[in-house]
């Protein structure tokens, strides 16, 4: 599975839009993105994923990049309940498990 | 829809002991995947149950198994505990495996004396 690089820690002042970026440069043509998250002492919660074109659901958009090589997860309106560890993951679609990295800390300030 | 349940949610064991975790997917999710998180190693793979039989595996040592019923539900058993098999256990249950959403449950804390 293709390595991704997020940064460490974001703010976002609640109400705001939280753009959460993603690097995938090594990802292969058949390596879907998904974004899950995890609150504190909670188990990790989906959120989206995508191959090539941008999706959009009731909990936020992801937009890819032409070459694929990057994402951005937004949250439209950040919530002080979207304080969390989100994290970026490139599933091979033959592979079963799951593997985080370190995720990105988003803190949302009231 | 009930979500993925996992019983107990805390539990506290001494080195040597052994310990089974439960986990009951998502109704009609044959798939069920366990995790172990720690805060140096971060989420790690266990294994993968469907259909009844273990789909796939990570690299754990063989004190680490699992077990999938007819119903869905699975248990893991890890036995002589370790003190670095202290971790919150996550079981995420799914429709197809890692094509799919994996839906998590709450987990279980183990602790190990």
């Known amino acids: 599975d293709a390595k991704t690089t997020q940064p460490p820690s974001m703010d976002c002042a609640e109400g705001r839009a939280a753009n959460l970026p993603c690097n995938h440069s090594?990802?292969?043509?058949?390596?879907?993105v998904y974004w899950y998250r995890q609150i504190h002492s909670q188990g990790p919660q989906y959120i989206i994923h995508?191959?090539?074109n941008n999706e959009t659901n009731e909990m936020a958009s992801l937009i890819i990049t032409e070459d694929r090589k990057s994402s951005t997860l937004i949250l439209p309106h950040a919530t002080l309940r979207d304080t969390a560890v989100y994290y970026c993951?490139?599933?091979?679609?033959?592979?079963?498990?799951?593997?985080f990295g370190s995720g990105t800390r988003l803190q949302v300030q009231p | 829809k009930a979500g993925v349940t996992q019983t107990p949610r805390y539990l506290i064991k001494t080195r040597g002991q052994q310990v089974t975790l439960s986990c009951s997917p998502i109704?009609?999710?044959?798939?069920v995947s366990w995790y172990q998180q720690t805060p140096g190693q971060g989420l790690q793979f266990l294994f993968e149950?469907?259909?009844?039989?273990?789909?796939n595996k990570g690299n754990f040592p063989g004190r680490f198994s699992g077990r999938q019923f007819s119903n869905s539900r699975s248990e893991m058993n890890v036995s002589t505990l370790e003190l670095g098999d202290s971790a919150l256990y996550l079981c995420?249950?799914?429709?197809?495996?890692?094509?799919?959403?994996?839906?998590f449950g709450p987990g279980t804390r183990l602790t190990v004396l």
């Open positions: 995508g191959l090539k």
């Open positions: 149950y469907f259909s009844e039989t273990q789909r």
């Open positions: 109704s009609g999710h044959r798939s």
């Open positions: 995420a249950s799914s429709l197809q495996g890692a094509r799919n959403e994996q839906f």
């Open positions: 993951i490139v599933i091979n679609t033959g592979r079963r498990a799951l593997t």
């Open positions: 090594t990802i292969s043509g058949n390596e879907y």
